[in-house]
Structure formats: structure tokens, C-alpha cells
């Protein structure tokens, strides 16, 4: 039961928590921290399903936590992301889209919870939907976003702290936030697309339903 691919799940269920609390707390050095840990956590959702399918070790312990592991750690990152964009004292906002938009959060982790239902009931009926390349590119994407974005933060804390100036303090500041603003773009519309393309490839098993 407790292969290496299940303790690095197991270990990414518990950095979830740790990645969500600590941008909260004031200073560069915990978000930091936090974008580190999340660096890790990111690495272990590759590396588990790696070592599962190289060393045979698939088992129905991972295969029921791994999508768990993945929900808790995207809610755990788009929680601190959504409040700390509207923080009122030090500009948190992203360019373009200023705040994280409500419906984003909600598009993001609805996409999540839709698919996962969606695959539930698939299984019922003996069909297994595997990982398209849409949905692996969208999880792409949406770590980058949320890795610059926890970046960001500790940036904006560094900038207060160390009182920078000057064109290299303005470029990176642009570019960073630049970076941001157009992965989030990407990441929503490959999160709307990925769904789109997986209930039209499987829009055979609502019609069994129905009948």
C-alpha cells in the first residue's frame, strides 16, 4: 500500500493546507516558502504517476487519492490567490484582470469537480476516461499561473520591504506581472476548452443515461 508513488501523493495532501495558509502571513519569506513548497508539490503530481506506471505499482489506494491530492492542492492555491488580489494596502493585483475574478476561481475549480463527477459515472458504466492532452496542458498552464502568482505576492512583499527603483525594479515588475496576467488567460481558456472537448467525446454515455 505505501509505495513511493502513494507517499508523495499522501505528502502532497498534506502540503495542500501549508501552500494555502502560508501567503497569508505577512512578509516575503512565507510566500516564498509557499511558492517553493508548491514547486514540490507540482513535481509530485508528475513524479507519482511516472513511478506508478514504471515500477507497476498502480494501485486503487493512489489511483482513489492522487485525484483528491490534485483538488485540494488547486483550492488550496486559488483561495489565497482570490483573497490576496483584493488586498487594499499593497497592489497584489494582477494586470488586466486587477482581482482574480470570481467566476474564474469558480470556472477553474467547478471544471474540476465536473470532470471528476463525470468520470465517476463513466466508470459505472464500464467506460474509463483517461487524461487528454487538453486537460494535461491545461494542469500546465494553470501551475504556471498559480507558481508566478505566489511569486508575485513575495515580489510586491519584497518590493515594501526593500523600497527598490530604478529601470530593472520597472522592467521585471511589468514582465512579472505581464507573465501573470497572460497565464491566467491561457489557463482559462484550455479550462473551458479541455471541458468542452471531453463532454462532446463522451456525449455517447449521456444519451445511455437518458434512455
Known amino acids: 500500500m505505501w509505495t513511493l508513488p502513494n507517499v508523495l501523493t499522501v505528502t502532497r495532501i498534506a502540503l495542500a493546507p501549508v501552500?494555502?495558509?502560508?501567503?497569508?502571513?505577512?512578509?516575503?519569506?512565507?510566500?516564498?516558502i509557499a511558492f517553493v513548497a508548491?514547486?514540490?508539490a507540482a513535481a509530485s503530481?508528475?513524479?507519482?504517476?511516472?513511478?506508478a506506471r514504471s515500477r507497476k505499482?498502480?494501485?486503487?489506494?493512489?489511483?482513489?487519492?492522487?485525484?483528491?491530492?490534485?483538488?485540494?492542492?488547486?483550492?488550496?492555491?486559488?483561495?489565497?490567490?482570490?483573497?490576496?488580489?483584493r488586498h487594499p494596502a499593497i497592489l497584489y493585483g494582477i494586470?488586466?484582470?486587477?482581482?482574480?475574478?470570481?467566476?474564474v476561481a469558480i470556472l477553474l475549480v467547478g471544471r474540476e469537480v465536473l470532470i471528476t463527477l463525470f468520470?465517476?459515472?463513466?466508470?459505472?458504466?464500464?467506460?474509463?476516461?483517461?487524461?487528454?492532452?487538453?486537460?494535461?496542458?491545461?494542469?500546465?498552464f494553470q501551475d504556471i499561473f498559480i507558481g508566478a502568482t505566489i511569486a508575485w505576492f513575495a515580489w510586491k512583499d519584497l518590493l515594501v520591504r526593500m523600497r527598490w527603483t530604478g529601470r530593472l525594479r520597472d522592467f521585471w515588475d511589468q514582465f512579472h506581472g505581464m507573465f501573470v496576467a497572460v497565464t491566467l488567460g491561457v489557463a482559462v481558456v484550455l479550462t473551458a476548452y479541455s471541458l468542452a472537448v471531453y463532454l462532446y467525446?463522451?456525449?455517447?454515455?449521456?444519451?445511455?443515461a437518458e434512455r
Open 19 to 32: 501552500i494555502a495558509l502560508l501567503p497569508f502571513i505577512e512578509g516575503y519569506w512565507p510566500k516564498v
Open 38 to 40: 508548491f514547486l514540490a
Open 45 to 51: 503530481d508528475v513524479a507519482d504517476g511516472y513511478l
Open 57 to 85: 505499482q498502480i494501485s486503487d489506494l493512489g489511483i482513489l487519492l492522487d485525484p483528491i491530492a490534485d483538488k485540494l492542492l488547486l483550492f488550496a492555491t486559488l483561495v489565497p490567490i482570490y483573497w490576496i488580489t
Open 95 to 103: 494586470p488586466w484582470w486587477g482581482s482574480l475574478p470570481l467566476w
Open 119 to 140: 468520470r465517476f459515472q463513466a466508470k459505472r458504466r464500464g467506460v474509463i476516461i483517461p487524461a487528454g492532452r487538453e486537460g494535461k496542458l491545461k494542469v500546465i
Open 201 to 208: 467525446r463522451y456525449r455517447a454515455l449521456f444519451r445511455s
